[in-house]
């Protein structure tokens, strides 16, 4: 009995493992096509997310060019060492909290420069929610406002559970 239990375990947890990666590489795709298309204008790229945005050159002209702003400070655009990279990433998640009202928890420009997927993707994901969704605004409706409506909509009829906005 113990183990076919066990083996379930396992086959469970090699299950979430395996629908993680394939989260994962959608983010990856999603986010780097995001990424590309206000990049390749200026003649950047990204192809591979951990990789290329470790210098925090391409996140620093991304950032440029999708808010319209110049990053405060200078930044290295040939960072030829750690330093000058994690000098880059500060730089650019200064003006991600400061400009443009991101809050970040729990990542740091060496998380960035280290390559941590999970955490370049939180980075990113939270970019793409103040940047892209926070802006929707759909027949004088927020995206959040329509979200709402819709959840109330769905609730509708549910003991305990009044959603007001």
């Known amino acids: 009995f113990y183990f076919i239990h066990h083996m379930s375990e396992v086959n469970s947890k090699g299950l979430r493992e395996e629908k993680d990666r394939k989260w994962e590489q959608i983010q990856i795709k ?6 590309n298309s206000t990049l390749e204008p200026i003649g950047h790229k990204v192809e591979d997310v951990e990789e290329d945005l470790k210098s925090g050159v391409n996140l620093c002209f991304f950032l440029e060019e999708i808010s319209h702003k110049r990053l405060p400070g200078k930044w290295n655009k040939n960072p030829p060492l750690r330093v000058h990279k994690i000098e880059n990433l500060n730089i650019a998640l200064n003006f991600i909290t ?31 929610v103040k940047l892209r969704i926070e802006t929707i605004n759909e027949g004088g409706n927020t995206a959040q406002d329509g979200l709402l409506t819709w959840i109330k909509n769905m609730t509708e009829g549910y003991r305990h559970v009044n959603v007001v906005f």
């Not at 400061?98 to 970019?127: C, F, Q």
Request: net charge neutral; no cysteine; glycine share 14%.
């Open 30 to 35: 999603a986010f780097k096509l995001w990424i």
């Open 98 to 128: 400061k400009e443009l009202g991101v809050r970040l928890v729990g990542i740091g420009a060496e998380d960035i420069a280290d390559g941590s997927l999970k955490l370049t993707l939180g980075l990113l994901w939270s970019l793409f």
